[in-house]
């Protein structure tokens, strides 16, 4: 799964990144524990044009009364995003890329150990950029309001060395996918469970780290501060 991860590069260095169109947002503070509900950078496309903007992490499906109750999923699994009620909308015709500069996963306690998280991360330090759905929602009780846009990081099943900390991590997108991901019509959007299926482990380095992360109001480069021992 995916429950928290960083936010560090520059909205232009993002952009370059993710070789977007336009950039639709102001930059975001730097973060190094993104927690459900903030906003976070994504990249969408429409009429072939890709634009980097924000979207509210925490998917809000149409039907929601309000923005408090019900549920409001972070992640989306990508054996039922297709098919489920919830996500089979958005994952034909709204996908988007969401860049991350590594993300946190947490190693089960034993008995000989306390649950333990790690930092996971590209070795050359890049950006990874998660599959990503997104969705907008109107309040019903305000016909004024402007729409909420929200989003779910698509999880897998664990690949390589991220099996020996969890069963799940995110869709890791390698640069030839992106633009199907983000642009594939929704004719098209089936065979992308076929790429994704397809894809080798991704080349992550963990490190164990400081429990300072277990609060999500903790943030700063410290929490990247390898474990004692």
């Given at each position: 799964m995916c429950g928290r991860f960083l936010?560090?590069?520059?909205?232009?260095d993002?952009?370059?990144h993710l070789a977007v169109d336009?950039?639709?947002?102001?930059?975001?503070?730097?973060?190094y524990n993104v927690a459900p509900s903030m906003e976070i950078y994504a990249a969408i496309e429409r009429e072939g044009e890709r634009r980097l903007g924000t979207l509210r992490w925490g998917f809000v499906p149409p039907w929601a009364k309000s923005l408090r109750g019900g549920r409001q999923p972070i992640n989306a699994r990508v054996e039922t995003v297709a098919t489920s009620r919830m996500f089979a909308r958005s994952?034909?015709?709204?996908?988007?890329?969401?860049?991350?500069d590594g993300f946190y996963e947490w190693r089960p306690a034993t008995e000989d150990h306390p649950k333990q998280p790690f930092h996971i991360a590209d070795p050359a330090g890049a950006p990874l950029v998660f599959a990503g759905i997104w969705t907008a929602w109107r309040d019903p009780e305000d016909d004024d309001a402007l729409p909420v846009f929200s989003t779910a990081i698509v999880t897998t099943e664990a690949r390589g060395a991220m099996a020996e900390l969890h069963h799940r991590m995110p869709v890791v997108l390698?640069?030839?996918l992106w633009d199907d991901w983000a642009g594939a019509s929704a004719q098209e959007a089936p065979h992308l469970l076929d790429a994704v299926a397809a894809l080798g482990p991704v080349e992550l380095t963990a490190t164990a780290i400081s429990t300072r992360v277990n609060n999500v109001r903790n943030d700063g480069p410290e929490l990247l501060e390898p474990a004692a021992g």
């Open positions: 936010s560090l590069s520059s909205l232009d993002l952009a370059t336009r950039v639709a947002t102001d930059g975001l503070p730097r973060r994952f034909a015709q709204r996908r988007c890329l969401i860049p991350a390698p640069p030839q």
